[in-house]
């Protein structure tokens, strides 16, 4: 998920998630390190920074990375 959408922040859909269910994993995929920055600040904590994706990035290598958490 992108933590810039256009109904929603991604940050907004992590918390309603979060709600829901503590264990799915999500991963996030921004253009953007600060806004992963901004995320933080709102006092979101990802279990794994491997979950945040920075853009832009080889298919090949977002494949082998959303590959790695499913698997982790």
Request: with cysteine.
């Amino acid at each position: 998920m992108d933590l810039k959408l256009p109904y929603m922040s991604g940050d907004e859909v992590y918390y309603k998630i979060r709600l829901l269910d503590k264990e799915t994993k999500i991963c996030f995929l921004t253009s953007s390190e600060h806004s992963f920055h901004l995320f933080q600040e709102k006092g979101h904590e990802l279990p794994d920074l491997n979950l945040f994706i920075q853009k832009p990035i080889e298919n090949h290598t977002f494949l082998r990375k959303i590959k790695q958490i499913l698997e982790g």
